[in-house]
């Protein structure tokens, strides 16, 4: 069964809705993609669905959310939500969806994404812990310490002064 990655369109809205309520067990991600979809930090060419026989089976975004530090504020790229359908999962398809979405990051500039995750998933697909490149997660206390992960891209300086802080998350996410 082949599955295509594109961006999602206002038709899809629905079944995305289904996917994350499937994949997360309640409505909580959902609604938060909805109020994201209305906010200032959604980006359509980054918001991305795996399409199988014409259904929806997988969705990811990258919105956007603010690193705050010695040089000021700014506004960098984050991955969240990803979800594949659960009769789906552990078929290859989360990974191609981050890898997707990664590639349409790079192509925009961005210089790096963070997310907050599982460091086994998204440490298997090229993220590392944040904090070694001085990007600082205020983290629930039961999240694992390496919670808080960024993959870097081409553009990426280690010198930007203005990629160095605390993650700061839009109102939209509380
Ligand atoms: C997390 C999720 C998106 C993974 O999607 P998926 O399509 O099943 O993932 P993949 O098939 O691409 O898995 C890639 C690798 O990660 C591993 N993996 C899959 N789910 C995993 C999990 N929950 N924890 C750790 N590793 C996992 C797979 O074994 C695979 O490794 P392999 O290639 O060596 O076998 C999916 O399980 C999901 O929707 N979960 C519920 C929602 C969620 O937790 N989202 C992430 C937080 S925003």
Do not use: H, N
């Amino acid at each position: 069964m082949t599955v295509q990655i594109r961006a999602e369109q206002p038709a899809d809205f629905p079944a995305i809705r289904d996917v994350l309520v499937a994949a997360f067990g309640e409505d909580r991600v959902a609604d938060g993609v909805e109020r994201i979809r209305e906010s200032w930090i959604y980006r359509p060419a980054t918001s991305l669905v795996a399409v199988s026989d014409d259904v929806v089976v997988g969705c990811v975004m990258i919105t956007g959310c603010t690193v705050s530090g010695d040089a000021g504020d700014r506004v960098v790229a984050m991955l969240t939500p990803l979800a594949v359908a659960p009769d789906r999962q552990r078929q290859g398809i989360g990974a191609a969806l981050v890898r997707a979405v990664l590639a349409g990051a790079e192509a925009a500039g961005e210089p790096l994404v963070v997310l907050e995750g599982s460091p086994t998933y998204y440490g298997a697909l090229g993220f590392e812990p944040a904090r070694l490149y001085g990007l600082i997660f205020t983290l629930p206390d039961w999240a694992p310490p390496d919670a808080g992960q960024v993959y870097l891209l081409p553009s990426y300086d280690r010198a930007d002064p203005t990629l160095r802080g605390k993650i700061g998350y839009p109102p939209v996410y509380e």
